[in-house]
């Protein structure tokens, strides 16, 4: 089974904090990917990955930064926490141009 | 207009009715498709792919229409536990696009 684990599951950090969120496939997959949830917003993109090294904005990467620097790590970092980026966080991984597999979220609370 | 659209419901439906979803997109080169479930405060699990066959699995049937631009998915003798939300995925150029969902509620 596809295994994708992020660092927390539950997250209360200050505005203006630094905030790592960290996730981890162990199915050597080449895609990763970021998304935060928001009620009736949906699932929307922030930042992706095909590859160690590489990255590409998604359609929300505004106040975002992520990391990829081994292929079964992908971190998304909150440079500056602001209020507005309370939110569910998923990760997922998948093969090129296949389905994605979802790690099982960080609801993080910015106060 | 949004590349994946779908009806947000809510659905009620009765133990043992059958349900559909359909689900539009917007990018004719789209080549994957895909239903996903989410159970409250879960993540997405997938569901089923959807081939140009069309696919069942159970009491689940998916069909994809590529001429109208449309996948659906069929739920036969709805049970309490298939209460959730089902996400229909598109992938056109690598990166999946998603609909914001359809809510289905199954009472007894």
């Known amino acids: 089974d596809v295994k994708v684990t992020q660092s927390s599951r539950y997250l209360v950090k200050r505005t203006g904090e630094k905030v790592f969120l960290e996730c981890v496939q162990d199915m050597d997959h080449e895609n990763m990917f970021w998304y935060r949830q928001d009620p009736g917003l949906g699932l929307r993109l922030i930042y992706f990955?095909?590859?160690?090294?590489?990255?590409e904005k998604g359609d929300i990467p505004e106040g975002y930064s992520v990391s990829r620097e081994k292929k079964e790590r992908f971190s998304l970092i909150l440079e500056s926490a602001s209020t507005n980026q309370t939110s569910m966080y998923l990760c997922?991984?998948?093969?090129?141009?296949?389905?994605?597999?979802f790690g099982p979220g960080t609801r993080l609370t910015v106060t | 207009r949004k590349e994946v659209e779908q009806d947000p419901g809510p659905f009620n439906v009765p133990e043992g009715a059958t349900v559909a979803f359909n689900c539009t997109y917007s990018?004719?080169?789209?080549?994957?498709f895909f239903w996903y479930r989410q159970d409250c405060r879960k993540e997405p699990k997938l569901l089923m792919s959807?081939?140009?066959s069309g696919n069942e699995d159970g009491r689940f049937t998916a069909q994809l229409n590529r001429a109208s631009q449309y996948i659906s998915l069929l739920i036969r003798d709805s049970k309490l536990s298939d209460s959730a939300t089902y996400l229909c995925?598109?992938?056109?150029?690598?990166?999946?696009?998603f609909g914001a969902g359809t809510r289905l509620t199954v009472k007894p």
């Open positions: 997922a991984s998948s093969l090129v141009r296949s389905e994605q597999y």
């Open positions: 990955s095909y590859d160690v090294k590489m990255k």
């Open positions: 990018n004719s080169a789209s080549q994957s």
């Open positions: 959807v081939y140009s």
């Open positions: 995925a598109v992938n056109p150029e690598g990166d999946m696009r």
